[in-house]
T-cell receptor, first 115, second 115 residues
């Protein structure tokens, strides 16, 4: 069974600074996908970024980028130039590349952005 | 394109009652997955439907059931409600043809409170 671990229950960052959220996972699969989702107080789960395991290049989406270390099974999220609107719960998630539609989530990291 | 919609957004029930939640996927998406989010257990996969058939199922008791209609809208039902069923119920949709390769897009959730 796959597991996803987020070791930082809470993080804080100053506006305009950079913050990195950590995530590790455990799987025996070779074909899988990793995601970071953001859940603001409105509770809507919003996709931040996605990484395919077969791609060596780290995914980036504007101010968001990941550091994907496949051998170490590590998938961290870097948020640059943090904005007040980035404050939210961030979830790391895993899914294998088969016909299973089950996302496995970490417990989440609550990010606070200080003005 | 309209996003995933869920109704109702909030619901209060008493123990022993049953409840039905509804989810309409993004237009053109035929797969709907359901998740339960609680502070204690985090996000857990309930089940996934495609073309009116349940394809994947999580580890929940039989009190939790679902169905999908020909227009891809899905409902989930919880019978004989327990206090522990209080949670945010999220649904997510994908096209449903490529398994884990597809990104799941979430609705705003239904918050259920069982008294």
């Amino acid at each position: 069974a796959q597991t996803v671990t987020q070791s930082q229950p809470e993080m804080s960052v100053q506006e305009a600074e950079t913050v990195t959220l950590s995530c590790t996972y455990d799987t025996s699969e070779s074909d899988y996908y990793l995601f970071w989702y953001k859940q603001p107080p409105s509770r809507q789960m919003i996709l931040v970024i996605r990484q395919e395991a077969y791609k060596q290049q780290n995914a980036t989406e504007n101010r968001f980028s990941v550091n994907f270390q496949k051998a170490a099974k590590s998938f961290s999220l870097k948020i640059s130039d943090s904005q007040l609107g980035d404050a939210a719960m961030y979830f790391c998630a895993f899914i294998d590349g088969g016909s299973n539609y089950k996302l496995t989530f970490g417990k989440g990291t609550l990010l606070t952005v200080n003005p | 394109k309209a996003g995933v919609t869920q109704t109702p957004r909030y619901l209060i029930k008493t123990r022993g009652q049953q409840v039905t939640l509804s989810c309409s996927p993004i237009s053109g998406h035929r797969s709907v997955s359901w998740y339960q989010q609680t502070p204690g257990q985090g996000l857990q996969f309930l089940f996934e439907y495609f073309s009116e058939t349940q394809r994947n199922k999580g580890n929940f008791p039989g009190r939790f059931s679902g169905r999908q209609f020909s227009n891809s809208r899905s409902e989930m039902n919880v019978s004989t409600l327990e206090l522990g069923d209080s949670a945010l119920y999220l649904c997510a949709s994908t096209k449903g043809s490529s398994g884990g390769r597809e990104t799941q897009y979430f609705g705003p959730g239904t918050r259920l409170l069982v008294l």
